[in-house]
């Protein structure tokens, strides 16, 4: 069984202004499939407009599709009632590319990457503490920064917590949504590396959008290529592709 299937997955957005009458429409992804295996890094690449996001989050539930499904773990992402798409959550993690946003200002790095452990586990506060240590060390910070608070710290410190937070349940999958986009690109690298050991070290699954093709194929085992709205490629890391 795949562990994310997409299947036929159209969304539209409809603007609330009309021009001359009629109303905007923007066909943002039309009639996607998709399919993520377990323990595989599916890179989904394509020019700045071209429907990535949105399909990211309609894989994650923040956007309903027009039509088609969203399969994750055998069950219909779509179909299940807010509960259960809450519930599945857990095993479905994101990183964006904004992690400034992504965290809170006021607060610092223990409450940052605890907030999922105190959502769904029943840890005592000194386990709790424990194992946001852990994920610290996982993701290459220092133990000390447990107490510090965001802005003291760089972009590519900054997506770390962001991944740790994202790892801390141990999730099947991962979206990360042009999350090394904001970083200079010797960072880049880094956090590249770090996603591949983890990808080993957990068993996780990665989508990887990105623009950026070559970082791409630094990552991905599959590839896909999308353009205004459609995957019109598809294989084996990119490398493949060049030499179709
Ligand atoms: P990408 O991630 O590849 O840059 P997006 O999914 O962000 O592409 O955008 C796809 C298209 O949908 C673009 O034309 C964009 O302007 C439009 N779009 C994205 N979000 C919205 C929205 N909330 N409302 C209306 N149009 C949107
Ligand atoms: P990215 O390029 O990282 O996908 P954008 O800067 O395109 O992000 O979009 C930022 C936010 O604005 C997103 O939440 C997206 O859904 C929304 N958005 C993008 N294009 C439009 C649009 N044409 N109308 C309304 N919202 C949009």
């Given at each position: 069984m795949s562990l994310l299937k997409v299947e036929n997955v159209s969304k539209v957005y409809k603007s609330d202004r009309f021009?001359?009458?009629?109303?905007?429409?923007?066909?943002?992804?039309?009639?996607?499939?998709?399919?993520?295996?377990?323990?595989?890094?599916?890179?989904?690449?394509?020019?700045?407009?071209?429907?990535?996001?949105?399909?990211?989050?309609?894989?994650?539930?923040?956007?309903?599709?027009?039509?088609?499904?969203?399969?994750?773990?055998?069950?219909n992402f779509c179909k299940s009632n807010g509960?259960?798409?809450?519930?599945?959550?857990?095993?479905?993690?994101?990183?964006?590319?904004?992690?400034?946003?992504?965290?809170?200002?006021?607060?610092?790095?223990?409450?940052?990457?605890?907030?999922?452990?105190?959502?769904y586990l029943k840890l005592s506060p000194l386990e709790e503490k424990k194992k946001v240590l852990e994920l610290l060390e996982i993701v290459g910070l220092n133990q000390n920064d447990i107490k510090k608070y965001p802005h003291?710290?760089?972009?590519?410190?900054?997506?770390?917590?962001?991944?740790?937070?994202?790892?801390?349940?141990?999730?099947?999958?991962?979206v990360l949504d042009e999350a090394i986009s904001s970083l200079d690109v010797s960072v880049q690298a880094q956090i590249l590396n770090l996603l591949l050991s983890l990808k080993e070290q957990f068993h996780l699954s990665y989508l990887f959008i990105s623009h950026d093709i070559e970082a791409v194929s630094y990552i991905a085992d599959r590839v896909a290529i999308m353009y205004l709205g459609r995957i019109v490629e598809e294989a084996e890391n990119i490398k493949n592709l060049e030499e179709l």
């Open positions: 021009l001359w009458g009629q109303q905007r429409i923007t066909e943002a992804v039309k009639n996607v499939d998709l399919i993520i295996e377990e323990g595989t890094c599916l890179g989904l690449v394509g020019e700045s407009g071209c429907g990535k996001s949105t399909l990211g989050k309609v894989i994650l539930g923040l956007l309903k599709p027009n039509e088609g499904e969203v399969i994750f773990q055998g069950k509960r259960r798409q809450y519930g599945l959550r857990r095993d479905l993690q994101v990183v964006f590319q904004d992690y400034s946003s992504s965290v809170n200002p006021k607060h610092n790095v223990e409450k940052i990457i605890s907030e999922p452990i105190r959502n003291q710290f760089s972009g590519g410190q900054l997506q770390r917590i962001c991944i740790a937070k994202a790892i801390a349940l141990k999730p099947k999958l991962i």
